[in-house]
């Protein structure tokens, strides 16, 4: 399968020599933006490609991620925003697809998971170091703001007092009486004390409540049959003029992956999926509504002519939510058509409001 589309937000990647100041040359990553990131870095080592992450960067947080000697040649950068923030998942990528392990630290010798697992696939970007610069390096992860660290640090706070539900006003890096007000309630309600200052202590607390918030909201696949199950969704646009469909998430038995972030809108969603048997592959029955798809990695529009824009047609199996802010659909080896001809709908369980299990 093709590596996957990311969605970029805008971003610039700078590598900064600093100048030799001994014997020993380190690697940091520099976060300037107002996002909590979880960052990673590929590079060579003993002639294999590895991957290393996840590292996370509060805002305005610099972080040593190779203290070992640095040598000269190309090295790799990626980070995304922590899934609390609310809205699209921004990223800070480029053009060269690498492997990473999903939600867990890893050191990743093995680039070739990604070929049975795409969305483990992330976008990273270039970073040439030359034996002319010498000297530690740093990437700044930065934005459209140019904030300093101090600044990113406010912008930070403000973002996370936001997406836990504080007034903040404008994200702005300005550390004025709103935001000093705001903060002050956050600690005092969290018993972090009472007083209005920044620290590791309260960026950590607003980072941990947002996550576990975002972890309450979305929509979530649960593979419950004894075979993996190949995985696409429909959801409607962020305009609510039509729907785009994607794939592919790859589903073990016992395993659960979120397939959309936050909560959930009225409308409803479609499920497709493909159970892998041996000799054969099963299609989810019940399907009521035709989208695009693809044997590889996709996203593509409703108003598409998939046929003539390369892709293939599959009918989709209509989900209605309810108004739920989350909802769980769990395929079960008897929603599959065993003689992978489309019928009348067998019998499905779904669950709303409910978080998969822990993988």
């Given at each position: 399968?093709?590596?996957?589309?990311?969605?970029?937000?805008?971003?610039?990647?700078?590598?900064?020599?600093?100048?030799?100041?001994?014997?020993?040359?380190?690697?940091?990553?520099?976060?300037?933006?107002?996002?909590?990131?979880?960052?990673?870095?590929?590079?060579?080592?003993?002639?294999?490609?590895?991957?290393?992450?996840?590292?996370?960067?509060?805002?305005?947080?610099?972080?040593?991620?190779?203290?070992?000697?640095?040598?000269?040649?190309?090295?790799?950068?990626?980070?995304?925003?922590?899934?609390?923030?609310?809205?699209?998942?921004?990223?800070?990528?480029g053009e060269t697809p690498l492997c990473v392990q999903n939600d867990s630290l890893f050191t990743l010798r093995d680039q070739s998971v990604c070929k049975e697992d795409p969305k483990r696939s992330r976008d990273f970007n270039g970073v040439d170091v030359t034996s002319e610069d010498?000297?530690?390096?740093?990437?700044?992860?930065?934005?459209?703001?140019?904030?300093?660290?101090?600044?990113?640090?406010?912008?930070?706070?403000?973002?996370?007092?936001?997406?836990?539900?504080?007034?903040?006003?404008?994200?702005?890096?300005?550390?004025?009486?709103?935001?000093?007000?705001?903060?002050?309630?956050?600690?005092?309600?969290?018993?972090?004390?009472?007083?209005?200052?920044?620290?590791?202590?309260?960026?950590?607390?607003?980072?941990?409540?947002?996550?576990?918030?975002d972890a309450k909201l979305g929509f979530f696949f649960c593979n419950e049959t004894l075979l993996p199950v190949w995985a696409a969704f429909a959801q409607p646009t962020d305009d609510r003029e039509g729907y785009r469909s994607s794939g592919w998430w790859l589903l073990e038995p016992?395993?659960?992956?979120?397939?959309?972030?936050?909560?959930?809108?009225?409308?409803?969603?479609?499920?497709?999926?493909?159970?892998?048997?041996?000799?054969?592959?099963?299609?989810?029955?019940?399907?009521?509504?035709?989208?695009?798809?693809?044997?590889?990695?996709?996203?593509?529009?409703?108003?598409?002519?998939?046929?003539?824009?390369?892709?293939?047609?599959?009918?989709?199996?209509?989900?209605?939510?309810?108004?739920?802010?989350?909802?769980?659909?769990?395929?079960?080896?008897?929603?599959?058509?065993?003689?992978?001809?489309?019928?009348?709908?067998?019998?499905?369980?779904?669950?709303?409001?409910?978080?998969?299990?822990?993988?």
């Amino acid at each position: 399968m093709l590596k996957l589309t990311i969605r970029l937000a805008a971003f610039a990647i700078v590598l900064a020599a600093l100048g030799t100041t001994s014997a020993r040359a380190e690697y940091s990553l520099c976060n300037k933006t107002s996002f909590a990131l979880s960052a990673a870095l590929g590079f060579v080592e003993e002639d294999n490609l590895l991957t290393r992450g996840w590292w996370r960067l509060r805002p305005g947080e610099c972080k040593t991620v190779i203290s070992e000697g640095i040598e000269a040649g190309r090295y790799y950068v990626y980070a995304e925003a922590i899934p609390g923030h609310r809205g699209e998942l921004k990223t800070w990528s480029g053009e060269t697809p690498l492997c990473v392990q999903n939600d867990s630290l890893f050191t990743l010798r093995d680039q070739s998971v990604c070929k049975e697992d795409p969305k483990r696939s992330r976008d990273f970007n270039g970073v040439d170091v030359t034996s002319e610069d010498g000297g530690n390096f740093t990437t700044d992860f930065t934005d459209e703001n140019n904030f300093t660290t101090y600044q990113a640090q406010v912008a930070g706070v403000q973002r996370l007092l936001s997406d836990v539900g504080f007034d903040i006003g404008a994200i702005d890096g300005q550390f004025g009486a709103t935001t000093k007000s705001a903060l002050r309630q956050y600690r005092r309600s969290r018993n972090l004390g009472q007083d209005g200052v920044i620290d590791d202590q309260v960026i950590d607390a607003l980072i941990t409540e947002a996550n576990n918030e975002d972890a309450k909201l979305g929509f979530f696949f649960c593979n419950e049959t004894l075979l993996p199950v190949w995985a696409a969704f429909a959801q409607p646009t962020d305009d609510r003029e039509g729907y785009r469909s994607s794939g592919w998430w790859l589903l073990e038995p016992d395993s659960c992956a979120k397939v959309r972030r936050g909560e959930l809108a009225a409308e409803p969603y479609y499920v497709y999926g493909i159970m892998q048997a041996e000799d054969q592959e099963l299609v989810l029955a019940g399907g009521d509504t035709t989208f695009c798809v693809s044997a590889v990695q996709f996203d593509a529009g409703s108003d598409l002519a998939c046929e003539a824009s390369g892709f293939d047609e599959a009918s989709f199996r209509r989900i209605d939510t309810g108004g739920e802010r989350a909802w769980t659909f769990v395929f079960r080896a008897e929603q599959f058509n065993q003689d992978l001809v489309r019928t009348e709908e067998p019998a499905a369980e779904v669950i709303a409001d409910e978080e998969p299990s822990e993988q």
